[in-house]
């Protein structure tokens, strides 16, 4: 199957500062891309929609001036944290369609990012 | 998108098969059933779908019943590396977003 890979696995970073998240499909194109956060012991909660070439679409709640998304090419969205705070930190995870899939829904889902903010 | 009910876990002997149920009562004629399942720290992993016959792939087999209510995964051969949350999302052809649920963690013991 197609991969979906992210960077960094892992961060840590003070508070009020932003950080990067990177979502690529490696062995394909992504038209669009989704980004999920998961609190512990929690299921994943889908954040928005990226669309290439266009403004991400984000869900009820979302804070867009918070959390920005660039999906400047096929292969690459990015997630910005903005003045992160104690609580963003969170499993952060990203998807992209299977393209050969037509209308269904099989999406192949990124490893995650475990954001910590002290 | 319907919504879905799953036991919130369930054990499983290792080598045996495992049946995690899921109830979707209010299923519409467009919605498919999708399995995900999320190992520990990693993002989740897509298994099967179907509509309403039943499905088998290299994964597990989709048992959905005649009236569309409910349906079972099935792993035929569990090993340890089976154990994950797994989550049930009933979701229409051309749907883009994924809603997941709760999911059942599903155990399987040595």
């Known amino acids: 199957g197609a991969v979906v890979s992210q960077h960094p696995s892992w961060v840590i970073c003070k508070s009020g500062t932003s950080v990067k998240i990177e979502c690529r499909s490696l062995d394909f194109q992504a038209t669009t891309m989704f980004w999920y956060r998961q609190f512990p012991k929690q299921s994943l909660m889908l954040m928005a929609t990226?669309?290439?070439?266009?403004?991400?679409?984000?869900e009820q709640g979302v804070e867009k001036d918070k959390f920005l998304i660039n999906h400047a090419s096929l292969t690459l969205s990015t997630l910005t944290v903005t003045s992160a705070h104690p609580e963003d930190s969170s499993f952060y995870i990203c998807s992209a369609r299977d393209p050969t899939a037509g209308g269904y829904n099989e999406q192949f889902f990124g490893p995650g990012t475990r954001l910590t903010v002290l | 998108d319907a919504k879905t009910t799953q036991p919130p876990s369930m054990d499983c002997a290792e080598g045996r098969a495992a049946n995690l149920p899921c109830n979707h009562s209010?299923?519409?004629?467009?919605?498919?059933v999708y399995w995900y399942r999320q190992i520990h720290s990693q993002g989740p992993q897509y298994i099967i779908h179907g509509l309403k016959n039943n499905e088998t792939n290299e994964m597990a087999s989709l048992i959905i019943t005649e009236d569309r209510k409910s349906s079972t995964l099935i792993l035929p051969h569990a090993t340890l590396r089976d154990t994950a949350v797994y989550y049930c999302i009933a979701s229409p052809f051309g749907n883009e977003k994924l809603t997941f649920g709760t999911g059942t963690r599903l155990t399987i013991i040595p």
């Open positions: 990226s669309n290439e070439g266009s403004k991400a679409t984000y």
């Open positions: 209010t299923i519409s004629g467009n919605e498919y």
